[in-house]
């Protein structure tokens, strides 16, 4: 998926993206987000915004039913 740098990014973009992580590579939440972290974010939770950031976590708390 192509990321516009300038933009942030919603919670139901994270839940897309990580869905099709998890359901492509066959990965539970834990490793899709190991996964993000090195390919999406390229180590850098924090390198699209504290906005996307925020939607990051709200999405994975969401789906890991916190």
Do not use: C, D, Q, W
């Not at 919603?10 to 990580?18: I, K, P, Q, V």
Request: hydrophobic letters at 35%; a neutral charge; glycine letters at 8%.
């Amino acid at each position: 998926m192509t990321v516009n740098h300038g933009g942030n990014l919603s919670e139901e973009y994270f839940r897309a993206y990580l869905s099709l992580v998890m359901n492509s590579r066959n990965y539970n939440l834990e490793k899709a987000k190991e996964f993000m972290l090195e390919t999406f974010f390229k180590g850098n939770l924090s390198s699209f915004g504290p906005v996307s950031y925020a939607s990051y976590i709200n999405t994975v708390n969401s789906m890991s039913g916190n």
